[in-house]
């Protein structure tokens, strides 16, 4: 069983900085793929950046060059360093994995199957 537990997210202004944290355990595969989606409330589930098994990250068109996604700890630990921070990023924030080791064309789509999720963090973005 994969377990995924989601830290850091809270509030900040928009213009502001946080980074999420993310710890893998479990009986995991020798590959695999991470990453984080987002659903804010009344809206659909977003892929926000992914990175495979050999460690090449991708990103969605609204967050590229303010987001950045990163693994340390072995590949267990997942990090999503999210700069210039807008309102509309207002969300509740997953981590996922998937046994999976190469990402999908189209990972960041809504209903893209990620196997594994955590509970997920809240970041909340204020004026």
């Known amino acids: 069983r994969w377990q995924l537990v989601e830290s850091g997210g809270g509030s900040v202004q928009s213009g502001g900085s946080l980074t999420l944290s993310c710890v893998l355990s479990g009986d995991i595969d020798a590959s695999y793929s991470m990453g984080w989606f987002r659903q804010a409330p009344g809206k659909a589930r977003e892929g926000v950046a992914a990175?495979?098994?050999?460690?090449?990250?991708r990103y969605a068109d609204s967050v590229k060059g303010r987001f950045t996604i990163s693994q340390a700890d072995n590949r267990r630990t997942l990090h999503l360093e999210m700069t210039d921070l807008k309102i509309e990023d207002t969300a509740q924030y997953y981590c996922?994995?998937?046994?999976?080791?190469?990402?999908?064309?189209?990972?960041?789509?809504?209903?893209?199957?990620?196997?594994?999720r955590g509970q997920g963090t809240q970041v909340t973005v204020s004026s």
């Open positions: 996922v994995a998937d046994p999976d080791p190469n990402l999908g064309p189209r990972w960041f789509s809504s209903t893209y199957f990620w196997p594994h």
């Open positions: 990175i495979d098994n050999d460690g090449r990250p």
